[in-house]
């Protein structure tokens, strides 16, 4: 945690990047196993990485997975399950995922296009939610801003629940997005990057100075 503010790193595919965000204060490791992704990597290859890999929880990213893939997951080792889908998917679905991985372990991340919130019905399912840039054309991973205002709201309207914000953070704008969301858990991936899935340390460096300065900014304007 870096000034009460949850921090998840994203699209690693290296011990040695996990090993940086690791003592960078990074809560989370998220390791995305969705094979559209330049940031993917195989279970087996997290299997292969698992026993250099420092002790923190380790996120799988998914994609609205079969039974069968989301099993796998779990038995790799997993300690959260990030899962992506779209705002229309069959809701017995999404509580299978609950029941298969428990609920307190579920990240669901739906994809919203502008007009649509969070289904009420999803709320019960999981303890904590993911609102990412909305890509017409694809889940996440787009780099580019997201919705500060929604995310905001949701946060005011079920302060209950855990919301990420992610979608385009980077040292340059993280200040901004606290001031605007309130958040107190956010995920980096793209902005810290020098390619797909290869962190660059003085960018990661860079954004958990900034996250922090802004952590205590945020503080005292509370």
């Known amino acids: 945690m870096i000034g009460g503010i949850q921090l998840k790193v994203c699209g690693l595919t290296s011990p040695v990047d996990a ?3 690791d003592r960078s204060g990074a809560d989370f490791l998220g390791f995305i196993l969705h094979p559209a992704s330049p940031r993917h990597i195989t279970l087996k290859q997290f299997r292969s990485m698992a026993p250099r890999l420092p002790g923190r929880h380790k996120v799988a990213i998914m994609v609205e997975p079969a039974p069968e893939a989301l099993a796998a997951a ?3 080792g997993f300690d959260r399950f990030q899962i992506h889908f779209r705002h229309d998917f069959p809701l017995a679905q999404i509580e299978a995922w609950s029941r298969a991985v428990g609920d307190q372990r579920l990240w669901l991340a739906p994809k919203l296009p502008p007009a649509v919130d969070v289904a009420e019905a999803w709320l019960p399912l999981a303890p904590t939610f993911m609102l990412d840039t909305f890509r017409p054309d694809g889940f996440g991973g787009s780099g580019q801003t997201g919705d500060w205002g929604k995310f905001a709201r949701h946060r005011r309207a079920h302060p209950e629940k855990t919301w990420i914000l992610a979608g385009g953070l980077d040292p340059d704008c993280i200040g901004d997005a606290l001031f ?8 980096v991936n793209s902005g810290i990057e020098s390619g797909p899935g290869v962190k660059d340390h003085a960018k990661l460096k860079a954004f958990v100075a900034a996250l922090r300065e802004a952590a205590v900014g945020a503080e005292r304007s509370r």
């Open 19 to 21: 090993d940086v965000a």
């Open 74 to 76: 779990k038995d790799a």
């Open 180 to 187: 605007e969301t309130r958040a107190r858990f956010v995920d």
